[in-house]
């Protein structure tokens, strides 16, 4: 089982990025998807999640109204739009699933995802 994040890059500050988060090896349709991200000396953090349709969906305080989770479940992929970005989001972003429940709970907590992706790094320049 993957989850193969992609769509970082450099981008100066107010630009966007597309990340996308494709899963193989098992469907996670049913299932909590989310997004952390990890900054230079700082620990991992929650940025966004998202229920098995895509009803329910959360953000971190840091990311509202900036960035925009979404799923597309007939390609196994989650995507997280990112726009306004600023240099404080410089991170190793990674998707995370959780296979082991159906109900949206927690979701900002690591702890509940047990797959994890590899990350993919975004540069903001000021």
């Known amino acids: 089982v993957q989850l193969q994040a992609s769509g970082g890059g450099l981008v100066q500050a107010g630009g966007s990025l597309r990340l996308s988060c494709a899963a193989s090896?098992?469907?996670?349709?049913?299932?909590?998807m989310g997004w952390f991200r990890q900054g230079p000396g700082k620990e991992r953090e929650f940025v966004a999640a998202?229920?098995?349709?895509?009803?329910?969906?959360s953000y971190a305080d840091s990311v509202k109204g900036r960035f925009t989770i979404s799923r597309d479940n007939a390609k196994n992929t989650v995507y997280l739009q990112m726009n306004s970005l600023k240099p404080e989001g410089t991170a190793v972003y990674c998707c995370?699933?959780?296979?082991?429940?159906?109900?949206?709970?927690?979701?900002?907590?690591?702890?509940?995802?047990?797959?994890w992706g590899q990350g993919t790094q975004v540069t903001v320049s000021s």
């Open positions: 995370a699933a959780d296979s082991r429940r159906n109900y949206y709970y927690r979701v900002q907590s690591a702890d509940e995802y047990d797959y």
């Open positions: 090896g098992r469907t996670f349709s049913s299932n909590v």
């Open positions: 998202i229920g098995w349709s895509g009803g329910a969906t």
